[in-house]
C-alpha cells in the first residue's frame, strides 16, 4: 500500500485523475471499477477536462460501478447511475458502462449476473474507491466475514445517516443495495483509494495501521499487491 498526503482535495483529484489517465492511455480498452459519493466528483471532472482537452479518448473504455441502490425508481436523480451519467458518462465517449440494477425482480440473479459480466470482461484493471466512515468500501459494511462477489447488502446506520444528506429526509434513504463484494474488489489489478476530509481520518488510520479484520473491511486492501491511496491533510490527520 503506497499513501499519498496532498494539500488540498484539489491536488488529491488532479492526482488521481492522472493515475487513472495513465491507465488509459497504457491501455486504451482498461477496464475501470468507478466509485460514486462527493469525494470521486473532482477526480471525474478533471477526467472530463482531459477528454474535452483531446488528452484522453474513453471510447474503448469499459466501466462497472461499485454498487447501486436498492429499489430506487428508474431515473431518480439519486441513483448512483444518474449520479454517473450527470458526473461522468454524459460527458466523455465511454465505451460502456454497468451498474448493478437495484430494480431487478430477482436481486440475487443480479448479483451473480453482475458477477460473470465483469469476468467476462476480463476484470478490472483499475478499481477506484473511498472509504466510509466506518471503513467500508462499496457497499460492504463492518461485520463477522468479508463478503465474497456481488451481493445483497443492508445499508448500517451510520451509512444512511452519511447519504441522508442527498435526501429530502433520512426516511427517503434506501436501506438496502447491491455492492460488488470485498472478493471483486480484490481482484482488481489495481486499486486507488481516495479519501478527504477529517470525517475520514479515523477509519483512512484504522486502515493503514490496525488489524485486518471484516469490522473495518477496507482493511483488507492491504493484502493486495497493488493499492495506492490519496489524502489530503485532513484525512491523513491521525496517521
Known amino acids: 500500500m503506497v499513501v499519498h498526503v496532498f494539500d488540498t482535495p484539489a491536488q488529491v483529484a488532479q492526482a488521481a485523475a492522472a493515475v487513472i489517465a495513465a491507465q488509459i492511455l497504457q491501455k486504451p480498452d482498461s477496464v475501470l471499477g468507478l466509485a460514486t459519493g462527493s469525494t470521486p466528483m473532482d477526480t471525474y471532472r478533471e477526467l472530463i477536462s482531459l477528454h474535452r482537452g483531446g488528452v484522453l479518448d474513453f471510447s474503448r ?19 448512483y447511475v444518474s449520479f454517473m451519467k450527470r458526473n461522468l458518462f454524459d460527458h466523455i465517449n465511454i465505451g460502456s458502462y454497468s451498474l448493478p440494477d437495484g430494480r431487478a425482480r430477482d436481486l440475487q440473479r443480479e ?22 466512515n466506518n471503513g467500508h468500501i462499496g457497499f460492504n459494511e463492518p461485520g463477522e466475514a468479508f463478503t465474497y462477489s456481488t451481493n445483497l447488502t443492508t445499508l448500517a446506520q451510520s451509512t444512511i445517516d452519511a447519504n441522508k444528506r442527498f435526501f429530502d429526509s433520512i ?31 479515523q477509519a483512512v488510520y484504522q486502515m493503514i495501521r490496525g488489524p485486518i479484520t471484516p469490522r473495518l ?15 489530503d491533510k485532513a484525512a491523513a490527520a491521525r496517521l
Open 61 to 79: 473504455v469499459k466501466s462497472y460501478n461499485l454498487d447501486e441502490y436498492v429499489g430506487l425508481p428508474d431515473g431518480h436523480p439519486e441513483s
Open 111 to 132: 448479483c451473480e449476473s453482475y458477477e460473470q459480466a465483469i469476468k467476462d470482461d476480463g476484470g478490472i484493471d483499475m478499481q477506484l474507491l473511498g472509504i466510509g
Open 171 to 201: 426516511d427517503q434513504v434506501p436501506r438496502q443495495a447491491l455492492s460488488m463484494g470485498i472478493g471483486t474488489i480484490m481482484e482488481a489489478r489495481s486499486i486507488l483509494l481516495l479519501a478527504l476530509g477529517e470525517a475520514k481520518a
Open 217 to 231: 473491511p477496507a482493511s483488507i486492501l492491504r493484502s493486495h499487491a497493488r493499492v495506492t491511496v490519496m489524502l
